[in-house]
């Protein structure tokens, strides 16, 4: 399930995704905001109708992605333009374009205000945004080759996957600093933590695992096998989905037991995934599918397949 010849690629971007646990409410997302890498294009999906309704410009070969706490914005990354764009998710168009330099790929919002974190792959850095004025107000160090980003609910903590120091950084995002740097397997890449703010989740595409970080001793207490290459991890139903770019499946595991289950089959070189806001589904991007997958959280069965424009990645938070 590897890369057709001829794919083209963002500068190093081998995989990444930010990925949220199901957000409550009464209902299932309504759209998906999927980066197309390879058509520059960032597709909205309407999920019941299960079709592409409008299909945005972004130059640079958009990777990441993450919403406003509103959903109103949309955040892309572009590592081609070394630049990053935010969209007007009604008006379904890029409003305003930042240049960044270095090589932004992982993003993540606040939850609490709306601050920006952008992953610069090249610099040890994360690159902040402010949301009202729409001007870069700081930097965060952080590890080696940094790429997906994840917060906890209450806005304090950013955890960042440093891949190429297989660690992950804890940054106190009000203060900026770095509070520690955890070892975990190798290249972790995709990274999410649960609601509660207990644990981390890093899928590591060297090792083939994913590492379970507890945030409160700032360590990882274990280590779950899953498919070839994993990518990013999604949760819900009290279970982890983990996706494996090369085996063309998710795999599972119990998130109390830490206990391997079924792997399900997907598309080929499946990348980001993200849970409905009931928590009922799982949406998952397959790069070289050009498709859009979707799984039955309970009963594990896929559901449907959404064709998308070139290379869809996803990179992120991307359910509307």
Known sequence: MRRRPGRRLAGPILGA????????????????????QSAETVDVIDLDA????????????????????????????????????????????????????????????????????????YAKRLVVVNPGTLAVEGEIAVGTSPSGLALTRDGRLLVAADRDDDAVS?????????????????????????????????????????????LAARREVARVPVGERPYAVALTGGRAFVTDQYGGTVST????????????????YPEGIAVSRDGTRLYVANW?????????????????????????????????
């Open 288 to 320: 070289e599918s050009d498709t859009l997958s979707v799984i039955d959280a309970a009963t594990l069965a896929v559901t449907g397949e959404i064709r998308t424009a070139s290379g869809p990645r996803a990179f992120g938070d991307f359910l509307r």
């Open 253 to 268: 595991f119990d998130l109390a037991t830490l206990a391997p289950g079924p792997r399900v089959t997907v598309g080929d």
């Open 170 to 214: 804890l940054v106190d995002a009000r203060t900026r600093e770095r509070l520690a740097a955890i070892p975990v397997g190798t290249r972790p890449f995709g990274v999410t933590i649960d609601p509660e703010g207990r644990r981390a989740y890093t899928a590591n595409v060297g090792s083939n695992d994913v590492s379970v970080i507890d």
């Open 50 to 121: 299960r079709r592409v309704v409008a299909s945005i410009p972004v130059p640079g070969a958009p990777a990441g992605i993450a919403l406003s706490p509103d959903r109103a914005r949309a955040y892309v990354t572009a590592p081609e333009a070394k630049a990053l764009a935010v969209i007007d998710a009604a008006a379904r168009r890029v409003v305003r374009t930042l240049t960044l330099g270095g090589g932004p790929l992982g993003i993540a919002v606040n939850p609490v205000d709306g601050t920006v974190y952008v992953a610069d792959w």
């Open 17 to 36: 995704g930010l990925v949220c646990a199901g957000l409550s409410g009464p209902s299932a997302a309504e759209e998906a905001f999927v980066t197309a």
